[in-house]
């Protein structure tokens, strides 16, 4: 089973500074028939202004997983970590016992444009933890590479959940194919470009939310960068 979820159907603010979308409930938006699906909690589309962004905050008991898609991001956090995350890069962050940590577009006329990805870890408590690894376009490009992992397999980053975050880069009709394990879920997210997953027609901040499919075939209508969670 399908369900599809176009971008506009998503939650909406814009702050001025900073205009994000939200596939799930999120800050101000909250709607009780999307609260995450299996262990996904948050995708929020994020656009910031130059110069602008996110002061000191703090998290708990969450996986967070950072995808910049145009621009940069820098990036301090209570365990001493400090870098800058361009496209291609990929964060993660387990929140743990607890952390705190900002984040900024540092270019005075540059836009920032990332996705904010939480997963629900299977285990509270576990000390805060910190990775940042790139993946060129080449590894990405007509395959679906692993970014994120519960045991950093082909060099991703690792979290604590058995879920595995892929994302492939698509030219015009190039397809992937990923077939689920029996009882697995999987979510997909158009970041960029459209196309059709199992025949449906998907664009730009399009997902959805996949369940019992023997097989998840996606093909390019056109350039297309899409991310793929296969999920307990």
Do not use: C
């Amino acid at each position: 089973m399908i369900t599809l979820r176009k971008s506009h159907e998503r939650g909406h603010a814009n702050y001025g500074w900073l205009d994000t979308y939200y596939s799930f409930s999120f800050a101000d938006y909250y709607d009780p028939r999307h609260m995450g699906f299996s262990a996904l909690r948050v995708i929020n589309d994020d656009r910031v202004l130059p110069g602008k962004g996110f002061p000191t905050h703090g998290h708990n008991d969450m996986e967070i997983v950072t995808y910049v898609l145009e621009g940069a991001l820098e990036h301090k956090d209570s365990m001493g970590n400090g870098s800058v995350i361009h496209p291609g890069d990929v964060q993660r962050m387990s929140a743990g016992t607890g952390i705190t940590h900002s984040e900024y577009n540092p270019s005075p006329t540059e836009p920032l444009h990332l996705l904010q990805i939480w997963i629900l870890p299977d285990q509270a408590g576990v000390t805060p933890g910190y990775e940042q690894v790139h993946f060129s376009d080449a590894e990405k490009r007509g395959r679906l590479r692993p970014i994120a992992s519960p045991d950093g397999r082909e060099g991703s980053v690792t979290i604590h959940q058995n879920a595995i975050i892929y994302a492939t880069l698509l030219e015009t009709g190039d397809s992937v194919t990923h077939v689920p394990a029996p009882g697995r879920k999987a979510y997909v997210h158009v970041a960029r470009g459209a196309a059709r997953l199992n025949g449906q027609e998907l664009s730009a901040g399009d997902g959805a939310r996949i369940s019992d499919e023997k097989e998840i075939t996606l093909t390019a209508s056109g350039k297309a960068e899409i991310l793929l969670f296969d999920l307990p």
